[in-house]
């Protein structure tokens, strides 16, 4: 009965919520024929490509936030890990640099190979399987889009939650470019060269270069004496090729390549809830939060790279699009998984993967009622541990056949896991009758996972006993989307939709002893209203939305390892708000809103840790329902403001920007948490006259807030945090452009 209340209420609350929006509409409508006579340009269009084709945002009937390359810079964010800070409803947690995304709530805190995100990252049209490759540089991108919602049509594999699309700088006919060096007070120097032109008449191209070092880390290791949180180098490289091979025929490349050698995390360090074991060591010796005191370093080496091949025909009533993509991917680790002083539980990986895709678009060209796309997706994935190496030193090693106390008890594991989908796809929009349009969609997927390995334990290097595994299985799933939107004047349109979204099941190939878990699924209803007010100086884009979430896959860490299992279901609702006001020709304000009830509705049996008075935890199982969704902060809003002037001939660009994110928690037992938290960024830029230099100072993370990005419990030690955030940081850059 109360379950039944709560959905009374929050459908009660929805409908309102729909019916102001509605009501907003209706009351603007007027306004626009006037504002549309007397149109003096206002905020520029902004175009995306959510729906498979290019379009303007304000026309698209799904909730997206979009924020340009430019916008990007202006505010500090120049990686996929800050991207938090620029959209509310976004969270983000990394676990030994795995990007694990949450959009209104969605998401997981799983890692490990094989494991993929509920929220896709497509970059230049091409979806990323490894959560490993999502930590991305954002120096030659030129828009961050975010779907908010199921993407389970046009997108389909693992857009349960939506979808973070990267769309990086097309190439250019004229020759020109950008020179950019970024110097802090950790002497975390950043280098970006940028070249584009064109070769021929048909062909042209262009090259980004990013190179970064870093003199000083963030904190040390009190017991080695290393630097931690420390870059020693990251390389990125990338090009794009663009051939006009006929008038309907156009060939593009897009070539990348990353390499980096860092102390990025994980650097685990014991939590203040609870104390570690007696004996295994406490994290009370450092004022700075950034300090580990582990008895191992921590190195990160990592390298990815791919191809991807896109042909356009245009047939006339269709454009004809392939997409053929190729990507690699090696990374290796080691860590102390107790964050404890003493040698207890080491941890190496060895992972190694890639990924080959093929998509295929038929999508209807012109101006007529009936719009459509058809199309067919197939991925082959591999990921492989190659191996894993889990130390466990005395006591924990425990004894060999003979009864002998083992000093060091060593766990190979080398398997590899095996992913394959097709699927088939296709949406319809039709205008019934002027500025009244349907839009259905249909999805459906076949996927194959496997996994094979080996598992060997190692009694001080002597084997003791090896476990063989080989499984299977597969699932075919429907995915679908129904919408109706309905234009209000010349500059408004309101709609609603309703989608169908699904995550597929995998195993554990941390701990592939354990059983696979099943896929999630996710029913997601929406109102929203995309609106241009005051002569389009004002842009106010708000939505209402109700989740159904279940078979929920929950994750949990034992001794270094994480366990993925299926918790049982979830409510979620809210309402989020992107907005934007060009006030003046020369200042803009711009900002966003999250609110979000996100609990689960029914969990009788998930994992309840308990902190002991000697200190460690104590493991359970209990009933989580009514506990919040881990990562799923109640409120998050951000705000900023741009402002140029003229000074002394040079142009003057001053840009502040502060987000906000409410507590939220690591785990489903909703006991550690990261408190709410402000994020506070600023920079001032002069354009020399000429326009070709600028320099620029900046402050991010002013308020010098620590962010946990990481929070689990090592049972039966105690709590591990990870911060893998910035702390306050400042610095110059200069920028040089050159050619046209």
């Given at each position: 009965?109360?379950?039944?209340?709560?959905?009374?209420?929050?459908?009660?609350?929805?409908?309102?919520?729909?019916?102001?929006?509605?009501?907003?509409?209706?009351?603007?409508?007027?306004?626009?024929?006037?504002?549309?006579?007397?149109?003096?340009?206002?905020?520029?269009?902004?175009?995306?490509?959510?729906?498979?084709?290019?379009?303007?945002?304000?026309?698209?009937?799904?909730a997206i936030a979009a924020v340009s390359g430019e916008q990007l810079a202006a505010t500090g964010i120049?990686?996929?890990?800050?991207?938090?800070?620029?959209?509310?409803?976004?969270?983000?947690?990394?676990?030994?640099?795995?990007?694990?995304?949450?959009?209104?709530?969605?998401?997981?805190?799983?890692?490990?190979?094989?494991?993929?995100?509920?929220?896709?990252?497509?970059?230049?049209?091409?979806y990323y399987a490894s959560a490993l490759m999502g930590l991305a540089d954002l120096s030659d991108v030129d828009q961050v889009a975010v779907l908010k919602g199921p993407q389970g049509t046009l997108f389909g594999r693992n857009a349960t939650g939506g979808v973070i699309q990267l769309t990086t700088r097309e190439p250019k006919d004229d020759f020109g470019g950008e020179i950019r060096s970024e110097l802090d007070q950790y002497m975390t120097s950043r280098n970006f060269l940028y070249l584009t032109g064109g070769v021929t008449d048909d062909l042209k191209g262009n090259l980004s270069v990013k190179y970064a070092t870093q003199g000083e880390g963030w904190g040390k290791n009190i017991q080695t004496g290393q630097d931690v949180h420390k870059i020693d180098y990251d390389v990125q490289l990338r090009s794009k090729w663009n051939w006009t091979a006929s008038d309907s025929t156009t060939v593009k490349l897009a070539l990348d390549y990353a390499k980096q050698k860092n102390s990025l995390g994980p650097n685990l360090s014991p939590g203040t809830q609870t104390t570690y074991l007696p004996g295994f060591g406490v994290n009370n010796f450092s004022s700075n939060p950034f300090d580990i005191n582990s008895a191992f370093n921590d190195k990160n080496r990592f390298w990815m790279g791919g191809?991807?091949?896109?042909?356009?025909?245009?047939?006339?009533?269709?454009?004809?699009?392939?997409?053929?993509?190729?990507?690699?991917?090696k990374y290796s680790?080691?860590?102390?998984?107790?964050?404890?002083?003493?040698?207890?539980?080491?941890?190496?990986?060895?992972?190694?993967?890639?990924?080959?895709?093929?998509?295929?678009?038929?999508?209807?060209?012109?101006?007529?009622?009936?719009?459509?796309?058809?199309?067919?997706?197939?991925?082959?994935?591999?990921?492989?541990?190659?191996?894993?190496?889990?130390?466990?030193?005395?006591?924990?090693?425990?004894?060999?056949?003979?009864?002998?106390?083992?000093?060091?008890?060593?766990?190979?594991?080398?398997?590899?896991?095996?992913?394959?989908?097709?699927?088939?796809?296709?949406?319809?929009?039709?205008?019934?009758?002027?500025?009244?349009?349907?839009?259905?969609?249909?999805?459906?997927?076949?996927e194959k996972r496997s996994q094979a390995g080996t598992s060997t334990f190692l009694a001080d290097g002597f084997p003791v006993g090896s476990t063989t595994f080989n499984d299977s299985f597969s699932v075919k799933r429907p995915t679908w989307r129904l919408a109706i939107d309905q234009d209000i004047g010349d500059r408004s349109m309101v709609y609603a939709s309703y989608n169908r979204g699904f995550k597929s099941g995998g195993f554990n190939g941390i701990t592939p002893t354990n059983p696979p878990y099943r896929p999630e699924k996710l029913?997601?209803?929406?109102?929203?209203?995309?609106?241009?007010?005051?002569?389009?100086?004002?842009?106010?884009?708000?939505?209402?939305?109700?989740?159904?979430?279940q078979d929920i896959q929950v994750s949990r860490f034992n001794q270094g390892n994480t366990l993925i299992f299926n918790g049982a279901g979830a409510e979620l609702y809210g309402i989020d708000l992107d907005a934007e006001w060009q006030a003046t020709e020369s200042f803009r304000l711009f900002g966003g809103l999250e609110w979000l009830h996100a609990k689960f509705t029914d969990f009788p049996v998930a994992d309840i840790f308990t902190p002991l008075p000697g200190g460690g935890v104590a493991q359970s199982v209990g009933s989580v329902t009514g506990n919040r969704l881990p990562y799923a902060p109640k409120f998050t809003f951000?705000?900023?403001?741009?402002?140029?002037?003229?000074?002394?001939?040079?142009?003057?660009?001053?840009?502040?920007?502060?987000?906000?994110?409410?507590?939220?928690?690591?785990?489903?037992?909703?006991?550690?948490?990261?408190?709410?938290?402000?994020?506070?960024?600023?920079?001032?830029?002069?354009?020399?006259?000429?326009?070709?230099?600028?320099?620029?100072?900046?402050?991010?993370?002013?308020?010098?807030?620590?962010?946990?990005?990481?929070?689990?419990?090592?049972?039966?030690?105690?709590?591990?945090?990870?911060?893998?955030?910035?702390p306050r940081t400042y610095g110059v850059t200069v920028r040089y452009k050159f050619g046209n």
């Open positions: 009965m109360q379950s039944l209340n709560s959905i009374l209420k929050a459908g009660r609350n929805y409908a309102m919520a729909g019916g102001s929006l509605l009501a907003i509409a209706l009351i603007s409508a007027p306004a626009y024929a006037q504002d549309q006579a007397e149109d003096t340009g206002g905020l520029q269009d902004i175009v995306v490509t959510a729906q498979k084709r290019s379009e303007n945002l304000q026309k698209v009937p799904i120049t990686s996929t890990n800050a991207l938090a800070s620029a959209v509310p409803g976004l969270s983000l947690n990394t676990t030994s640099q795995n990007f694990s995304p949450h959009i209104r709530g969605i998401g997981t805190t799983a890692f490990g190979v094989g494991v993929e995100n509920p929220v896709a990252l497509v970059v230049d049209g091409v191809a991807g091949l896109t042909i356009e025909q245009d047939l006339g009533v269709a454009r004809l699009v392939s997409i053929s993509a190729f990507r690699k991917y680790t080691g860590f102390n998984a107790t964050a404890s002083v003493f040698p207890t539980i080491e941890i190496e990986f060895d992972w190694k993967g890639q990924q080959f895709t093929q998509e295929l678009q038929l999508v209807s060209q012109g101006s007529d009622r009936l719009k459509w796309t058809l199309g067919a997706y197939y991925i082959n994935s591999q990921d492989r541990n190659d191996p894993i190496f889990t130390r466990l030193f005395a006591p924990l090693a425990g004894t060999d056949p003979f009864g002998n106390l083992v000093g060091v008890g060593t766990n190979v594991l080398n398997n590899k896991l095996t992913a394959e989908s097709i699927s088939g796809f296709g949406q319809m929009t039709y205008e019934i009758v002027d500025g009244t349009r349907l839009t259905g969609g249909f999805r459906y997927t076949y029913d997601a209803y929406e109102i929203g209203l995309k609106t241009e007010l005051l002569d389009r100086t004002l842009r106010l884009n708000p939505a209402v939305f109700y989740y159904k979430y951000n705000i900023g403001a741009n402002y140029s002037t003229e000074l002394a001939g040079s142009k003057i660009d001053l840009n502040v920007s502060d987000s906000y994110s409410g507590k939220f928690y690591g785990e489903v037992d909703n006991r550690l948490f990261q408190k709410a938290y402000h994020m506070l960024n600023a920079s001032a830029t002069a354009t020399l006259p000429g326009e070709r230099l600028s320099v620029g100072v900046w402050g991010r993370n002013l308020l010098d807030k620590l962010v946990a990005t990481q929070m689990s419990t090592q049972a039966p030690f105690g709590d591990t945090f990870d911060y893998a955030n910035p």
